[in-house]
């Protein structure tokens, strides 16, 4: 199985790679996927450039086996849709399970995704999930989890998509918006994301006040 991991990575971190490690060997992944998108539907569009952030996720990346770059969205510009990323995915890789990982406040919003149904049919769902974070309370997700949700690796390979996986993943309170208001700052934001991430960040003078202005 394939883990497929997106979002905008502005800038990718440890609680990126520490979590997306903990679904790799927990569930047995072959590989996990990072795919940073191009323009974002849900959220405030990035602030860091589409291949600056490509490079960050590459950095970030090498050290761990397994940790690969698709870069896919980047590629296709626009906005990024996971429909169309899984499809993309699935004629390329056609005998592969697909597992595409999500945290679980993306996953309490998934019936609003773009084409979410088709989604499952390409796709398995495994939710990171951390201790203490509640789940979903729309009421179309309940009918989801109820008719999909499986407890274990084994029962998320028995079918090649549709089921949905709660993982466990360690609790690191680390986010990509605390990271740029520390740099806005000024501040140093050493030990929440690997080094040479934050050097190619100093480098391009990325999220500094005098670079950016932090989103509303």
């Not at 990024?80 to 390329?92: G, N």
Request: glycine share 8%.
């Amino acid at each position: 199985m394939i883990g497929v991991f997106g979002g905008t990575f502005d800038p990718v971190h440890f609680g990126h790679l520490r979590t997306a490690l903990d679904v790799m060997q927990g569930v047995g992944l072959e590989e996990v996927r990072f795919t940073p998108l191009h323009g974002a539907v849900h959220r405030d569009q990035p602030q860091a450039p589409a291949e600056l952030r490509l490079e960050m996720v590459r950095l970030a990346v090498r050290p761990q086996a397994g940790f690969v770059v698709d870069d896919r969205e980047i590629r296709r510009a626009g906005d990024s849709y996971t429909v169309d990323t899984l499809a993309s995915l699935r004629r390329e890789l056609p005998q592969r399970r697909l597992c595409l990982l999500l945290g679980m406040d993306a996953f309490s919003g998934f019936a609003d995704w773009h084409r979410p149904d088709e989604i499952l049919k390409l796709a398995h769902l495994i939710v990171m999930h951390r201790p203490g974070e509640a789940g979903p309370g729309d009421p179309r997700m309940k009918l989801l989890i109820d008719g999909s949700l499986v407890s274990s690796a084994d029962q998320l390979m028995a079918k090649d998509h549709g089921s949905i996986l709660l993982h466990p993943v360690t609790q690191l309170d680390i986010s990509a918006s605390q990271i740029r208001k520390l740099l806005a700052k000024g501040r140093t934001a050493r030990f929440l994301l690997p080094e040479a991430v934050l050097q190619l960040i100093e480098k391009n003078g990325l999220y500094s006040a005098y670079h950016t202005k932090e989103p509303q």
